[in-house]
């Protein structure tokens, strides 16, 4: 796993500055669960990242987008927020059909998730 630096930036003074940490943060959270989600579509599964404003709009938007039946992770802008806030760990919310969930949940050990999470959510950690 390539490791995810801060980038010195120039402000309109010309001073470098080191990079935000909440922003390293984030990026550091994007870098690996797009590593994640890449596996997880190998096998089929959809994938959202930043999915709606809150859980109860996105589960209602997924469902009526995909149905029921349909394997999907995603985390919603909630969720989103709370880790550019500086959150150590993302809830990944998931709708997974009986064959599926098992091997999501060996991809996902993979990333640090227990499984169960809380309650229909994987507990995604954010790498240090
Ligand atoms: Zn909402």
Redesign the pocket.
């Known amino acids: 796993m390539e490791e995810v630096k801060g980038e010195e930036k120039v402000n309109t003074e010309g001073v470098i500055r080191q990079e935000d940490p909440l922003e390293l943060h984030y990026k550091k959270f994007r870098q690996k669960i797009s590593e994640c989600y890449k596996e997880l579509r190998a096998i089929g599964v959809i994938c959202r990242h930043d999915y ?7 589960s209602y938007e997924m469902a009526d987008r995909y149905g029921d039946d349909t394997d999907y992770v995603y985390y ?3 969720d989103n927020d709370n880790v550019q806030n500086g959150a150590k760990t993302c809830y990944l919310r998931w709708n997974l059909t009986s064959e599926k969930l098992p091997q999501v949940i060996e991809i996902l050990k993979k990333y640090g998730c227990d499984y169960p999470g809380y309650g229909k959510a994987f507990v995604f950690p954010v790498p240090e």
């Open positions: 709606a404003c809150c859980l109860s709009c996105a919603h802008g909630g």
